[in-house]
């Protein structure tokens, strides 16, 4: 069965700094990926997402992602953080021919004034 | 803009009690889904539905079932609540397919119902 691990739980970085969220999947073959955001008390919503093609992908807010198949690794960027950012960041994988992903335990952004 | 709606931001109920989550889209989704999310766990399946009055187990369909009588409705029924129950729902919906061909699409979610049971 597919997996997904988002290792850090916890991330803290100061507004205007970069970002890089990990996320690793285990799966045989290159599934569909997925980031979402969940802002405190709200649904998740999709920042971007990666069916195939061009490798980096660009996403709402200012979000980009990269997949590398040699990695298994799809991580999201950000090249300046901005205090609205803070939220709790979720990568999805979802095995071709399935509709249903399976979500990473999230990682939390925390971002200083 | 796709709206997916739920009957309660907030719900407390006791011990035993029959809950129903309603959720309610209007996109014309075929899929629909109910997660529940806990702190450190993520979101967990607890069921799908793939189209009117058909369903699927997800990862943890026990002490749950589901009711989709509409296309644009799915409900989540705990048949006797218990304190462990006590968490965020999610509901979220897609389709079942794009024009493409492919079959995974962006799942839109509602904004949550946080269950709190007594």
């Known amino acids: 069965a597919q997996s997904v691990t988002q290792p850090d739980i916890h991330i803290t970085v100061s507004e205007g700094a970069s970002l890089e969220l990990r996320c690793n999947y285990s799966y045989g073959a290159t599934p569909y990926l997925f980031w979402y955001v969940q802002s405190p008390g709200q649904g998740l919503q999709l920042l971007l997402k990666y069916f195939s093609g061009d490798t980096l992908v660009q996403g709402i807010k200012g979000f980009e992602a990269e997949f590398k198949r040699s990695q298994s690794s799809f991580n999201l960027r950000k090249p300046s953080v901005h205090w609205s950012d803070a939220a709790e960041y979720f990568c999805a994988v979802a095995p071709r021919g399935s509709y249903i992903p399976t979500f990473g335990r999230g990682t939390s952004l925390i971002v200083h004034p | ?118």
Request: charged fraction near 25%; proline fraction near 3%.
């Open chain 2, 1 to 118: 803009d796709v709206k997916v709606t739920q009957s309660s931001r907030y719900l407390v109920k006791r011990t035993g009690e029959k809950v129903f989550l309603e959720c309610v889209q209007d996109m014309d989704h075929e899929n629909m889904f109910w997660y529940r999310q806990d702190p450190g766990l993520g979101l967990r399946l607890i069921y799908f539905s793939y189209d009117v009055k058909m369903k699927e187990k997800g990862d943890i369909p026990e002490g749950y079932s589901v009711s989709r009588e509409k296309k644009e409705r799915f409900s989540l029924i705990l048949e006797s609540a218990s304190t462990n129950q006590t968490s965020m729902y999610l509901c979220a919906s897609s389709f079942r397919t794009l024009a493409g061909g492919k079959p995974t699409d962006t799942q839109y979610f509602g904004p949550g119902t946080r269950l709190t049971v007594l």
